[in-house]
């Protein structure tokens, strides 16, 4: 039967894809042939697959054609990928306890490192009970899947917290056996307990080319502050991540 209207076309092909007809990798038949196949005209085909796009299931690749997107997500454990057990008796850092979750492949080099002081803008500044303006390092980092960018995780710290750590030496990768929690602690400020907000919005044009993210993809923003137990402000995160490129698992004893 031939299918009218670009939604319909879209349902169609959004059926093939997910009972398997197209897996993951596999590309999508030419736009003329998908028309001639569904009694429909190019424009109604083009219609579809943007609307496929937009969902997150496909993606144009130049030379290739539309390919189905690559899934299953990363899984990102939410308070057990802290687990003092893998940064303070081992050596998992929470981004290689989210491949190891995931069954993922992974080298400490797949997290870029970028290093700077600078001034508080006023978020950071509120967070870290300071003043605007006032300094702080910034630690900047790109995690990658393979060759494929996950996410960005952005920390500031007070100086006097870091200053002469390995939390402020550009070298690529985690910051020493342990992490940054790890370095934290040897300072005296042991990380015990944090607050994440999450929110999602659509990226911005740096975050679309830092990412490689296709058109229609949102991004998951994180927000951390990390204390130790007298509440005393260590850390503040903001991380973007690829929304498609996690799922979010959380395991917690419900409160009283």
Request: glycine share 8%.
């Amino acid at each position: 039967m031939a299918t009218s209207g670009y939604r319909e076309l879209a349902a169609s092909l959004r059926t093939a894809i997910r009972q398997g007809e197209y897996p993951p990798g596999a590309t999508l038949p030419k736009q003329d042939e998908l028309a001639e196949r569904h009694g429909v005209n190019i424009k109604t085909v083009r219609q579809a697959i943007g609307l496929l796009e937009a969902e997150g299931l496909v993606t144009p690749i130049r030379r290739r054609g539309t390919v189905v997107r690559e899934r299953p997500p990363m899984r990102r454990l939410g308070a057990e990928r802290y687990s003092k057990r893998k940064w303070k008796f081992g050596d998992t850092v929470a981004f290689v306890a989210d491949r190891e979750a995931s069954g993922r492949s992974w080298k400490l080099t797949d997290q870029t490192n970028t290093v700077r002081l600078l001034s508080a803008d006023p978020e950071v500044a509120e967070a870290l009970g300071l003043s605007p303006g006032a300094p702080v390092y910034e630690r900047a980092r790109l995690v990658k899947d393979g060759e494929q960018p996950t996410h960005t995780l952005t920390s500031y710290y007070r100086p006097e917290h870091v200053e002469g750590t390995p939390l402020v030496e550009p070298t690529p990768g985690p910051a020493g056996r342990g992490g940054g929690f790890a370095v934290l602690t040897l300072q005296g400020y042991e990380p015990d307990h944090m607050t994440e907000t999450i929110s999602a919005r659509m990226p911005t044009p740096d975050e679309i080319e830092v990412l490689n993210l296709p058109a229609g993809e949102p991004v998951m923003v994180l927000v951390r502050q990390t204390y130790t137990a007298d509440d005393t402000v260590i850390e503040f995160a903001r991380g973007v991540h690829a929304a498609s490129r996690f799922a979010w698992t959380y395991t917690f004893t419900l409160p009283d």
